[in-house]
């Protein structure tokens, strides 16, 4: 069973930077999962896709929501079964609960479909 446990939320004031990670636990290697990827659920709001990666290929390919290219960067660490998010000039509408999501069958990365496996989350505020 894999299992997913982000960190790294926080409060801060709009322009700021967080980095949010991902660790990850219960699978071995790249087969395990195709992809993985960030979520965020404002209240009221979906849930929808931030950043994906994929595992497919030699180094795999990173996807981006259009609202976040230029200011968020995906990256993970094999090695430490981690998965990073980079945030940089955060805005006020990036505040949300943040998901890390795994999972083993192709399809659109930023689709809540692809993914089987959801951490707890980890609350981003910024402030104006």
């Known amino acids: 069973q894999v299992h997913l446990v982000e960190s790294g939320g926080g409060s801060v004031q709009a322009g700021g930077s967080l980095r949010l990670s991902c660790s990850g636990s219960?699978?071995?290697?790249?087969?395990?999962?195709?992809?993985m990827g960030w979520f965020r659920q404002a209240p009221g709001k979906e849930r929808e896709g931030v950043a994906g990666i994929s595992s497919i290929g030699s180094g795999g390919f990173t996807t981006y929501a259009d609202s976040v290219k230029g200011r968020f960067t995906l990256s993970k660490d094999n090695a430490k079964n981690t998965l990073y998010l980079q945030m940089n000039s955060l805005k006020p509408e990036d505040t949300a609960m943040y998901y890390c999501a795994a999972g083993r069958h192709v399809g659109p990365p930023l689709w809540t479909s692809t993914y089987e496996y959801w951490g707890q989350g980890t609350q981003v505020t910024v402030s104006s």
């Open positions: 219960g699978y071995t290697n790249n087969s395990d999962y195709i992809y």
